[in-house]
């Protein structure tokens, strides 16, 4: 069974810098737990490590399909476990960075066909984006918990492969590592982040994908950056706006990051506070992995429906 250590936390906590540190101290290869990261050509938006860390760190998860392809956690899962069956020395540990709850859950507990189906997941956000909530009611009358439209979305998904409409509860797994940075700082350093990467291009990377793809997906357009370029792109945002579109949209996501770790997973809280050394908050990290060693993932076949 492989083994990883895991880094997980909100968007523009400095994950990935502290990942790096660590990667390089332990030789440890690296598995991205990002679910926007999978996306090739979406590089500026999704602050993907440039192609000399990539070169420097062998990665997974990172570049697997085109963004006009809908994707999965499902999917997701099975790529990572074509790719572990590649992996020289299997017995030494990897570490899994990333704030997609539901990939980290995925690699460590398996899942039971909830938002695994590719097909499933097109026809309910097919249906959701055509008729909205009212159209997933009328696919779904029986749920239990018609108020959320996700939630509701994820049943019909299930209900289509035949599955009952409720997911089987499971207990947390074991302990994670996550960054806990300040609120203000965290602020900052997102507002930072939303202007570098305007600045940085990401208008222009955003005229590139449409260019050759079309449309994006209906997952790879959750991406957050990308609706505000493609704003800047139909002139119904100047560059200014779209900033701070973007920010506003990072530090919701941000929110519901921690609330999911808070509530789904046990987690060891390391403070990334302003002015901190980068190296001191890998150290402490580091302290937590050899206090609990390293997690086993669960990358074994999907149960058939």
């Known amino acids: 069974m492989p083994r990883a250590f895991f880094l997980v936390g909100p968007t523009a906590a400095g994950k990935t810098e502290t990942a790096h540190r660590l990667a390089a101290r332990l030789r440890l290869d690296v598995v991205s737990a990002d679910a926007m990261l999978v996306y090739r050509g979406m590089d500026i938006g999704t602050a993907k490590p440039s192609p000399g860390e990539r070169r420097r760190f062998r990665y997974a998860g990172v570049d697997l399909v085109d963004p006009d392809t809908v994707f999965s956690v499902g999917a997701y899962r099975a790529a990572i476990r074509t790719a572990a069956a590649a992996w020289p020395a299997p017995d030494r540990p990897r570490l899994v960075v990333g704030g997609s709850g539901l990939y980290v859950k995925a690699l460590l507990e398996g899942i039971d066909g909830d938002a695994a189906g590719v097909a499933e997941r097109a026809a309910a956000e097919r249906l959701r984006r055509e008729g909205g909530l009212a159209a997933l009611h009328e696919a779904l009358a029986a749920l239990a918990d018609p108020r959320n439209p996700r939630r509701v979305a994820r049943a019909l998904e299930r209900a289509l492969r035949g599955e009952g409409t409720r997911p089987r509860r499971r207990e947390p797994a074991g302990l994670l590592v996550g960054l806990r940075p300040e609120r203000d700082h965290l602020r900052a350093r997102i507002a930072e982040r939303a202007r570098r990467m305007f600045e940085g291009g990401l208008v222009e990377e955003a005229a590139g994908l449409r260019a050759r793809f079309g449309a994006l997906s209906a997952t790879a357009a959750g991406a957050i950056g990308y609706r505000e370029a493609f704003a800047v792109l139909e ?52 302290v937590h992995w050899e206090r609990h060693g390293p997690l086993e993932l669960d990358l074994g076949p999907e149960p058939r429906a």
Not at 240 to 252: F, G, L, Y
Not at 253 to 269: D, S
Request: aromatic content about 4%.
């Open 235 to 286: 002139g119904r945002l100047d560059r200014a706006e779209a900033v701070e579109r973007t920010a506003a949209r990072t530090r919701a996501l941000a929110r519901r990051q921690m609330t999911w770790f808070r509530h789904q997973a046990r987690v060891a809280c390391v403070d990334a506070a302003e002015g901190q050394m980068p190296g001191d908050v890998a150290d402490r990290v580091c």
